[in-house]
């Protein structure tokens, strides 16, 4: 910009109007690719805000514009015990979930990383399989599989704690699977090799130098399996029984019966519990630098 | 610090040998370069040396100790890697002192010896800080003060000189020495790189196809190099191929009759090496030479280098001291007439085999 500048004034009077034509030309591309941004961003958070916005709305049925704000959802929310409940389950589920899932899903990405053995991209597949399979499905196959095993063990699966964590876990692992394989990828086995040659065995190299890097992975992968635990409908569907539902299956129930702004209350919980959970991750892994 | 034998280490992968019946033998505080190109093996030694890969066949004993089978963690050995492959996570300070810390050194005299080994790096105010908060340079310098301060053995330098800029890679260069001087560490250093090889090693080990080209001195291997691989990989060299016709007579294919030493070299097929900077350049067609037009004039400041084609169809290059102005050589120029002459005791008489040099016939 400065040379045209400069040429412009070189050349005189003449040429002046041309540099400040191009100059609008490009400031006006500025703010038009600003603006875009703006909009994608606006298109993305519009449901959010909204959800927000209606929780605090004060008419029962749902209508533009609010007659006035309240608070009032909330405490319904809170004074349900079906949310109640199903809040404490869905964490309860999320974290045992995202605890047994992270540790299996990493090993199995560390085998995949490191070591060749035959049917190793099978297994790499296999792992990222519950991705591509739909919810429902897999909620169906998972159901019917769970009345054959009581069948044969005579331990009850459906409609039980440990079955739906055992469901879960499926959700956490191909996560854990991509996010721990890319940590793992980029790291220099130099820095395994400089901790061997200074002495240190094979368990303390992992221990002390291997793990500490896959950190990064780790968090991230932790979060991302909570994450989709806790927010899990379709799958979870068919496996929650009588008295035993999670928090997103609660308010489907829910909303079979009422629509009113407690569901949009609801949400706004789980909104702010995962937006403060990936605010908190972020500040300890840059998560823009590993997802 | 210990002496390092290697007895006939060998590395294949499947058919290819990438390491061919290497064999060595480093004194004590004696500092080895191992240089060749990229894929010769030296590399694949270093490591089988430390440990990470394990030899098809062959020894390796440190300090008397047949280590060829023991893991990295159980050799004596400091590496410093290309990479600097330092701890992220770890402070300098911490670096430094796993080492230590694996050896269950008492943390008293750890920290004295960390202080002490990064006051020997002159890194002793950034001890509190990560590696990445380090230049380039001060990150090489941790990485030989984490392999020095468990005073290994042997200690393993693989290119640590590659990733700094060319004037930090002369200061570190240096620094290394000096340090490999005053501990008098035994000491294997991989290079590709022939001045930084010149320049640091007692002995250099030219290595190409995981075969020992030539172990030496810096000035045995320039002055008297055993093959063409040689003699084009230490410095230059013109390479004329020819026949030895008889004892001290040798007949280029361009026609070129020339005088060379009558050494122990037998008539028959031959290639003649001889240095850039051996030949003198005069103006004009003269008798008592060869003469040739001038091809390419490149001026290098100290000096100027002439490349010459023959009459016979070869081409020379000669390497001269800048000509003063005033100097009739000065006006010399591309289309000029020169007379090339050197003493007949510089040309060295090589086996004609392959190994080629790169830039032969040309230099």
């Known amino acids: 910009m400065t040379t045209r500048a400069l040429e412009a004034a070189r050349d005189g009077a003449a040429a002046a109007p041309a540099a400040g034509y191009a100059r609008l030309k490009r400031r006006a591309g500025r703010w038009a690719l600003r603006g875009l941004a703006g909009l994608a961003f606006l298109f993305i958070f519009i449901p959010v805000i909204f959800v927000l916005w209606i929780s605090l709305f004060q008419q029962q049925i749902v209508s533009f514009p609010p007659e006035g704000y309240t608070l009032r959802w909330y405490e319904n929310a809170f004074a349900r015990s079906e949310f109640r409940h199903g809040f404490g389950l869905s964490l309860q589920v999320a974290f045992i979930a995202m605890a047994i899932g992270v540790t299996s899903g990493a090993a199995g990405a560390y085998a995949i990383v490191r070591f060749r053995f035959p049917g190793r991209e099978t297994f790499n597949t296999l792992l990222l399989g519950p991705l591509v399979v739909p919810g429902i499905v897999a909620g169906t196959s998972l159901y019917v599989y769970y009345i054959m095993v009581e069948n044969l063990l005579d331990v009850d699966f459906r409609g039980t704690l440990h079955g739906l964590v055992l469901g879960h876990i499926l959700l956490t692992i191909p996560w854990t699977v991509r996010l721990v394989s890319a940590s793992l990828v980029g790291l220099d086995r130099a820095i395994e090799e400089a901790a061997m040659n200074l002495g240190a065995g094979p368990w303390t190299t992992f221990r002390r130098i291997t793990l500490p890097m896959m950190r990064p992975g780790l968090v991230a992968a932790s979060l991302f399996s909570f994450i989709q635990s806790f927010e899990n409908l379709e799958l979870t569907l068919l496996l929650v029984g009588p008295g035993r539902t999670t928090l997103p299956v609660a308010m489907l129930n829910y909303l079979e019966f009422r629509i009113d702004p407690t569901i949009a209350a609801v949400a706004s919980v789980q909104i702010v519990l995962i937006g403060a959970l990936m605010l908190i991750t972020d500040r300890f892994v840059k998560l823009s630098r590993i997802v | ?363």
Not at chain 2, 134 to 150: D, E, P, T, Y
Not at chain 2, 268 to 289: F, K, M, S, Y
């Open chain 2, 1 to 363: 610090m210990s002496e390092l034998v290697l007895e006939r280490l060998r590395k294949e992968y499947g058919s290819v040998v990438a390491v061919d019946d290497v064999s060595l033998r480093v004194a004590e505080g004696e500092l080895v370069a191992l240089l060749g190109p990229s894929g010769c093996g030296k590399t694949t030694t270093l490591r089988m040396i430390a440990g990470f890969i394990e030899p098809t066949a062959g020894r390796i004993v440190i300090g008397g100790r047949d280590v060829t089978w023991d893991p990295p963690y159980r050799r004596d050995t400091g590496m410093v890697f290309q990479s600097y492959a330092l701890f992220p996570h770890m402070t300098v300070a911490q670096n430094v002192a796993f080492g230590l810390e694996m050896r269950k050194v008492a943390r008293a005299e750890a920290e004295a010896r960390v202080r002490k080994a990064l006051e020997l790096v002159r890194l002793g105010q950034l001890a509190e800080r990560l590696p990445r908060q380090l230049s380039g340079g001060q990150q090489q310098r941790v990485a030989l003060a984490r392999a020095l301060v468990v005073n290994p053995g042997v200690f393993l330098l693989d290119e640590p000189l590659s990733n700094l800029d060319a004037k930090l890679r002369l200061e570190v260069r240096i620094e290394i020495r000096e340090l490999q001087k005053r501990l008098g560490l035994t000491t294997v250093f991989v290079t590709h790189d022939q001045e930084e090889a010149l320049t640091l090693a007692d002995r250099l080990v030219v290595m190409d196809h995981g075969v020992v080209q030539q172990v030496g001195t810096a000035e045995e291997l320039y002055e008297s190099p055993a093959n063409l691989f040689v003699a084009g990989f230490i410095g230059r060299s013109n390479v004329l191929r020819g026949r030895l016709v008889e004892r001290g007579r040798f007949i280029s294919r361009g026609g070129l009759a020339l005088a060379v030493p009558a050494d122990g070299f037998a008539p028959g097929e031959a290639a003649l090496a001889l240095r850039p900077e051996r030949i003198a350049v005069a103006p004009g067609a003269g008798p008592g030479g060869v003469v040739g037009r001038v091809a390419l004039v490149t001026y290098l400041g100290a000096v100027t280098e002439y490349r010459v084609a023959l009459d016979g169809g070869e081409t020379v290059t000669a390497s001269v001291p800048t000509p003063r102005p005033g100097d009739p050589l000065k006006r010399v120029s591309a289309g000029d007439a020169v007379t090339l002459s050197w003493p007949a005791e510089s040309c060295r008489l090589l086996a004609p085999g392959p190994g080629a040099t790169p830039d032969e016939g040309g230099l």
